[in-house]
């Protein structure tokens, strides 16, 4: 199993409370939380802004992006037009899930005393 490293400061990432996963574009790439917050001021244009995918407003974006992907999909919202909404919705859904499955579970959760 290959660690993870920081793509800022390129030290381990040890433990999932330090992790952050940013996304640009197509791109997925894992932080450390503080390294995120230098990332995220550095970032002056779209081409050099990461989103967080992991944490409170990454999972809320997630779960509001699958709901809509949902209602468009099974009901006739918007027609053909909500198809393709609904599945260019998927992609930041799509993107968590690989987050979870690549980066995320290969950290272990350490226990706080």
């Known amino acids: 199993m290959t660690p993870n490293v920081c793509r800022y400061c390129h030290k381990e990432i040890k433990d999932r409370d330090q992790l952050v996963m940013g ?3 197509l791109r997925l790439q894992p932080f450390h939380y503080v390294c995120f917050q230098e990332v995220e001021k550095e970032g002056t244009t779209v081409w050099n802004y990461w989103k967080p995918l992991n944490g ?3 999972n809320i974006r997630i779960i509001l992006m699958a ?3 949902i209602v468009l999909l099974v009901t ?3 027609g053909e037009i909500g198809d393709l909404v609904a599945i260019l919705s998927l992609y930041p859904v ?3 899930v690989i987050s979870i499955f690549f980066f995320e579970l290969k950290i272990p959760k350490q226990k706080h005393h």
């Open 23 to 25: 996304s640009n574009f």
């Open 56 to 58: 409170p407003s990454g």
């Open 67 to 69: 709901v809509l992907a």
């Open 76 to 78: 006739d919202l918007l």
């Open 94 to 96: 799509l993107l968590r």
